[in-house]
Structure formats: structure tokens, C-alpha cells
């Protein structure tokens, strides 16, 4: 029974990433374009809402090719390493009053942890496609990651102190609406952390298309070249959803549907503001990156903590 | 009990590849294997009334692996940029 | 045979063919793909055995970390150019004699659940939070003290290495 539960859930998973990314695309296109004072699609539709019908088959239907130097395996397979661990990371995200699809003990955790399998995908399909340029990419995008997760658990660690669970029901039951201005501090950590381990810009150094043609993808086509979009904006609404739910109380302001439709709206909201930083900020530097990891954000996700433990025995 | 022979069949495998491999990375990809068998073999053990016990001591075991790794994969890392060595039979002295 | 026992035995056997292709591999490649399959299998081994704690733990530390400065290490250490690097070894039966005795002496001496048991009861953080805070407090703090030193020694050695 809970395989069949698993499998209905995984199928449910990827296609709430696919349909979440062809929306995202259409959304960031006309986000950018608003920003950067140009025309978005147009012709397709309204608003140029059909431009992805376009898109999706051209990406289906392109030749998947595989560069006769690369290793056939690793080069085939490792896109699916790196989608299948944040389609599993969407589970443990509380949708509802007590309820997440996968109610783990451990739930928070597993958020955090899951995703960081993706930067062995990503390694290994660079370093699959023998390619310097991709194997730097995907050099500085596991460097990037694995930095990038210690600011990002250390605030989420904050609002855990506060609920006193690792559980993601029991934490949204402990839920209370002073907890925005205690842990606001913490959501700007989460925030510029969770857009770096996604790889965006201004933080797309693996795949900056200037010196590295496009990373750790440069040789993918096709399909596989989407499953990578896929993860990536797979990303973007995994981390959007759980920062909605732990930092804003999501569906927590009203009950039933009505809660739900709030918390996709902050999620949503979240979104337009990963897309507006990424068309506004120039790209930093590799040094810039990890000197602002490290003596920037984790110091400040530190303050945070111990602010959360200061209000949490406090009470 | 499948799970005690799989372990005690990877800490064989760990042995036999810190036995056998001339790569240094291969040694401390052996120590790992023992160290995780090791690690699975404590919670068996430990199962049932000590189960909190059990598993505090594996996250404590995780914790001081990791260290160990880290450092090992340091050290291989210098000694390769200094002398372009990474093979054990290379490394006759110690000092210098 | 339930669903639990499956979850065992699978966990069971991508422990055992992780840690062969760990040890026989001759690409760094497949040695680095069978490492990561072998942590894996520790850690569905961890939540089979109750304990979502460590098993998340494990794949955070291991595979998000350990397994990623290990493919760093190898792409340093490579020798080959564009090729995936051999990890050499000398097949010898001496060693294999040993490990082979080590696995039946192992296989017999260890302590065994008796298998059809019900599965265990899943451990909560909080319980292991109070053993780590309580009675297991000195281990604690001597685990932060021993990162710490880790850490140190690291930057010790990196810093040294350079110097020439």
C-alpha cells in the first residue's frame, strides 16, 4: 500500500515541477522583460501565455546528442540524479493543518539534506561530458552548494528552535504569527542562500554563459538539457513553498482551501522576487561568492540563531 | 540479521581494499566502508530499549568519521600538490 | 514478506554492492558512484533500523559532503587527461584470505535482531536530544572540540602546502 502511495505521490511531484516550470518560464519572461523595459511574448495567446506550447515539444522533439568524448553513463544519467532528489524534497512540505504528504520525525532535515544528492548529479555530469568548461562549472557549482548550505540550515535552524520540532505538522501547529518579525533576519538568510543553491543568477557562476558558455550543461540538448530547467526551477518552488510555510505561516492565516491559496500566494510572491533579483543584480565574482558566504550570511544566520534561542527561553 | 551479513561483508570489503589499493583516495574510500558498517552494526546492537542511546553514539561516530575524512582527503590533497605523489609505495619518509 | 522486510533487504544489498564496487572498482568514476551507493544503503539501513534522525544526517554529511570532497580530491590527483582516473590496486589472495576470515568471524560474532520482528519503533530527535544533552553530554562537547581541531588541522595543512 505505501508503494502505491509513493508511486501516485512521485508522479504527482513531477508533474506539479513540469507544470510549475512551464508557468515559471512564461512568468520569468514577462517578469524580465518588465524589468528590463522590453517586450515579452506577445503573439501566442494572451499575454503570450502559449508561447511554452511552443517550447515544450521543440525541447522534446530536439535530438538528444552525446558528445562522443563523454562517458555514456554518467553523462545519460546524472540530470535524473539531479531532478529526483528536489522532486523527493517537495514531500516533506506542509500543505495543510497537521498534515505533509511524508511526515517525517525528521522532516526539516530531510529538506535540507535531500537536495544536497543534486550536487553529485551535477558533478558527475560534468565531469561525464569531458569538457573543461563543464567540468568548471561544475567545479564551482558543488563549491557553491555545499557552502551555500551551511548559512541556509542555520536559519532554518532558527524557526526549529522556536517550534521545538523537527517535524514539519507539529512545527506548523507551534506556528505563531510573531515569529515573522523574530525570524525576519533568518528569512533573508534563507532567502539569498536558497537562490545560490539553486544556482540563479546573480549567483549563476557555474553556468555563466559569458566565460563558460553555459557550465555544467554546456553539452546537453534536448530532454535532458529540460530535466536540468526541470530541477532548477523545481528549486525554486520547493524552496519558495517551505520558506512560505516555516518563515510566513503559509496556509496557517485561514482555514481549509482558503489557507492553502495563501500560502501558494506568499510562495508565489517569493518567486517574482527570486526573478526580480536575478534580472537586476550583476553577477558576482568567484572570490565575491564565497567571501560573502562566509563573513557575510553565516555570521548574520548566527545572530539569528541566537536571537531564536534568547526569545525561545525567553518565553 | 540480513543486515548484520551485509555489514560484516562491507567491513571485509574495507579491510581487503585498504589491504589491496596502491591509490591513497581507494585507503580512505576502505576506512569509510568500515566506518559505515561499523555504524549500521551499532544501531542492530542497539535496537530496542537503547535505541536513543544507539543512535546519539552514531551521530557522535558520524561526526568524528566526517573529521577524519576531511582531513585525510586534505592531507592526500597537499601531498599531491607538493610532490605530485598519490600512490602509497611512493610515500617512503614521512618527515619533510 | 512485508514491506519492511523488502525495505531491509534492499538497503541490505545496496550496502553489500556498494561497498564490492568500492573495493574492486578500477575508474574512479565507478569507485565514487559505488561509495555514494554504499552511503545510501547506510542510510535507508538507519531508517530501516528506526532512526530518521541519522539517516537524514547521514545523507546530508556523507553524501552532500564527504562524497563531493572525495570527487574533488580525485579530480585533483587525476593523472589521466580528459580520461576518468584508475585507482589501482595488487589483487593478492593473502588479503582476500583475510578479509574472508574477517567476514565469517564478523558474520558469526556480532549480535543479531532476530529477523520477522516487528520493525522497530522510529526514534524521535527529541529522545535523542536528551540523551545527547543529558547523560551523553561530555561525548558532546568532545565531538564539537575534535571539529574544531579537524578544522584547524586542515587549514594548518592547506596553508603548509602551499607555502612550497
Redesign the interface.
Known sequence: MSFVWGLLYGTGAVILIAGGAVVGVWWERKVSARIQLRLGPQQLGPAGSLQMLADVPKLLFKEDVVPASADRLLFRYAPLAVFAPIAMSLAVIPFWAGWAPLDSAAGVLFFLAVPSISVLGILFSAWGSHNTLATLGGVRAAAQMVSYEVPRALAVLSVVVLGGSLQPSELMDAWRWWWIPVTLLGFGVYFIASIAEMNRGPFDLPEAESELVAGYFADYSGIRWAVFMMAEYGAMIASALFGAALFFGGFMWLPGVAGLAVHIGIAALIITAVMWVKWTFPRLRQDQLMTFCWTVLTPLALVQLVLAVVVALWL | MILTVACAGAFALGVYAVLVRREIIGILAGAELMLGAAAVQLLVAGSGEFAAGASSFGLILLVVAAAEAVVGLALIVTAYRRAKRSRIEEFGEVSG | MS?HDLA??S???L??A???G??LARS??R?V?S??A??LG?AL??L??????????????????????????????G?GD???PR??????PG??L???G??VV??IV??????GIAP?????????A???LGS?IV??EL?GV??L??LL??LV??K???E?
Open positions: 514491506a531491509v533487504a538497503a541490505a544489498a550496502v553489500l556498494g561497498a564490492a568500492t573495493a574512479a568514476t569507485l558512484l561509495l555514494g554504499f552511503l547506510v539501513c538507519f530501516a533500523l528506526g532512526s530518521p534522525l541519522l539517516a537524514a544526517a547521514q545523507v546530508f554529511v556523507y553524501i552532500g559532503g564527504v562524497l563531493v570532497l572525495v570527487l574533488f580530491a580525485l579530480m585533483v590527483v593523472r580528459g580520461e576518468s585507482v589501482e590496486s595488487r589483487h593478492d588479503a582476500a583475510v578479509a574472508l574477517l567476514f564478523l558474520a556480532t549480535p543479531k535482531r532476530p529477523s522497530p519503533e522510529m526514534v524521535s530527535p527529541l529522545a535523542v536528551d540523551v545527547l551523553g561525548a558532546f565531538a575534535l571539529l581541531a579537524a588541522a586542515v595543512i592547506v603548509s602546502g602551499g612550497r
